[in-house]
């Protein structure tokens, strides 16, 4: 007798009552409101054949996301399922439900027992309302994991973001978990454990920082990849963050410090992973700044592949030491090279050592200085003078003897030698002291023609000069030809 309007479905309208709104729209995600608003809809215009498929065209949602929003209003008890081929739904009053308890009717045994597990996670701490309740049942079946895996997550949320956290923002971290590929209750603890040591880890690197904040989530991330991508273990990360002293410390500043330590890692194909090997790596940084510095030069690639050269086979702080010596007398990357081929001939393994062998030498050939000066021999010390010099030393002369002995050879051709033939003298005859000589010479005067016709002087008139240090970088010895004369 009558026919439906064919504009009513167009031009019509639809009642919904405030207690959705009140009750249900709160929790609902928006893409499940429009499900239920559109549901409501076609359940007053009504279609032949009307499937998922064209649902999910119709509302331009993936038929997965219009399946899931089904099965929450179904939770909710504001849908229920009446045949599945076809699929049908019959739309129930958020009024009706409320008032004939439909919401806790016909509810299955897996929901029931998952109910009573989340009141007890939560216990007196926080009320759970039933949406909620059914939001995170939802989560089993829209993420086809099992509710242990759900019941873990919650507890984490409890612990990471305190009890009040919101159901909805965590599942946004759920879904960013599972296409992780966390599935079983395996899967979720040994990710909980790694999102914890990541969390403790950002919290340490921001305390080394100074800040007592929370890590934000792209803090986190990025020290996951240090974790996951680049494989720095945790002691690693901190040990680099010694390095952000020298700017404005930040995860970026710090995030540019490891990836640098990467890369070089790369080109010498080394692992640089565990703290140890970081501070290693950071220590030879600084020492190859050191090395440039020292022979006057900019750090570039070719320097480094020779500082990294020259420490396989020399103590490192051995190469700086010959790299000073080297730029001190006016030498080059190639002196430097010759400094540490010297001293493996000289046997000098380590800086000390080659430190206390030069600074020696210098000191003797200041007090040979003072002795050519006052017998007038020309040339530098060599390293036989040296010994020379150690065996008067022995014999126990001072350097007012040694004068003295030098001023009596001022006449003679041959300088050094005849130095050694009069304190030999003295020595054998057990002459110390000034006043010693002066008796002798008073006991046995010396023929004018004696000797070599040298020209008897006294060592007061030649006083003992303290050399400067630029002085003596000018009368150094020639390290180089020594090591070859005495060992080839």
């Keep these: 007798?009558?026919?439906?309007?064919?504009?009513?479905?167009?031009?019509?309208?639809?009642?919904?009552?405030?207690?959705?709104?009140?009750?249900?729209?709160?929790?609902?995600?928006?893409?499940?409101?429009?499900?239920?608003?559109?549901?409501?809809?076609?359940?007053?215009?009504?279609?032949?054949?009307?499937?998922?498929?064209?649902?999910?065209?119709?509302?331009?949602?993936?038929?997965?996301?219009?399946?899931s929003a089904l099965r929450y209003w179904e939770r909710r008890r504001l849908l229920t399922r009446i045949s599945d081929s076809p699929l049908q739904y019959v739309c129930h009053s958020p009024l009706e439900t409320a008032l004939t308890g439909r919401g806790t009717l016909q509810v299955d045994s897996d929901y029931v027992a998952f109910s009573e597990d989340v009141y007890a996670l939560f216990g007196d701490r926080r009320k759970i309302k039933p949406s909620e309740i059914a939001l995170a049942y939802d989560w089993t079946q829209d993420f086809s994991i099992p509710s242990a895996t759900v019941l873990m997550y919650l507890s984490d949320c409890i612990a990471r973001r305190g009890i009040l956290f919101s159901f909805k923002s965590a599942q946004t971290d759920l879904a960013r978990m599972v296409s992780d590929g966390v599935k079983s209750v395996e899967d979720a603890e040994e990710y909980f454990r790694h999102s914890r040591q990541v969390e403790d880890g950002a919290r340490a690197v921001l305390r080394r920082f100074g800040r007592r904040t929370v890590p934000s989530r792209d803090e986190m991330d990025l020290y996951r990849k240090w974790l996951d991508e680049w494989h720095f273990t945790p002691d690693a990360i901190q040990e680099a963050c010694t390095e952000t002293t020298k700017g404005e410390p930040s995860f970026a500043y710090l995030d540019g410090?490891?990836?640098?330590?990467?890369?070089?890692?790369?080109?010498?194909?080394?692992?640089?992973?565990?703290?140890?090997?970081?501070?290693?790596?950071?220590?030879?940084?600084?020492?190859?700044?050191?090395?440039?510095?020292?022979?006057?030069?900019?750090?570039?690639?070719?320097?480094?592949?020779?500082?990294?050269?020259?420490?396989?086979?020399?103590?490192?702080?051995?190469?700086?030491?010959?790299?000073?010596?080297?730029?001190?007398?006016?030498?080059?990357?190639?002196?430097?090279?010759r400094y540490l081929e010297t001293y493996r001939r000289l046997g000098l393994a380590t800086r000390p050592e080659a430190e206390q062998y030069m600074q020696a030498a210098r000191a003797d050939n200041a007090v040979l200085y003072r002795l050519f000066e006052a017998c007038g021999h020309t040339g530098k010390p060599t390293a036989p003078?040296?010994?020379?010099?150690?065996?008067?030393?022995d014999w126990g002369f001072t350097e007012e003897m040694l004068l003295l002995a030098a001023a009596e050879s001022r006449g003679a051709e041959t300088k050094v030698p005849y130095i050694n033939k009069v304190l030999e003298s003295w020595h054998n005859d057990g002459i110390l002291t000034p006043a010693e000589v002066a008796s002798r010479r008073s006991a046995r005067p010396r023929p004018a023609a004696a000797g070599n016709g040298v020209k008897q002087v006294s060592a007061q008139q030649y006083t003992q000069r303290e050399y400067t240090e630029s002085e003596l970088s000018d009368l150094d010895f020639d390290i180089f030809e020594e090591a070859r004369k005495q060992h080839g």
Excluded at 34 to 63: G, N
Excluded at 274 to 297: C, I, N, P, S
Excluded at 385 to 393: A, F, G, P, T, Y
């Design 1 to 67: 007798m009558f026919k439906p309007d064919e504009n009513a479905e167009r031009f019509g309208s639809l009642s919904i009552e405030n207690l959705f709104f009140t009750d249900y729209l709160p929790m609902a995600g928006g893409d499940a409101v429009r499900v239920y608003l559109f549901a409501l809809y076609r359940s007053a215009h009504p279609k032949d054949d009307y499937s998922l498929t064209e649902m999910a065209k119709e509302l331009s949602l993936p038929e997965s996301e219009v399946e």
């Design 257 to 337: 410090i490891l990836k640098g330590l990467m890369t070089r890692a790369a080109q010498k194909n080394t692992p640089v992973r565990t703290g140890e090997e970081v501070r290693a790596e950071l220590k030879g940084d600084e020492q190859l700044k050191e090395f440039a510095h020292a022979l006057g030069m900019r750090s570039s690639a070719a320097l480094s592949a020779t500082w990294r050269r020259l420490c396989e086979s020399y103590d490192a702080a051995l190469v700086l030491f010959a790299a000073s010596e080297a730029h001190r007398t006016g030498g080059n990357l190639e002196t430097c090279e």
């Design 385 to 393: 003078d040296r010994e020379l010099l150690h065996r008067w030393q």
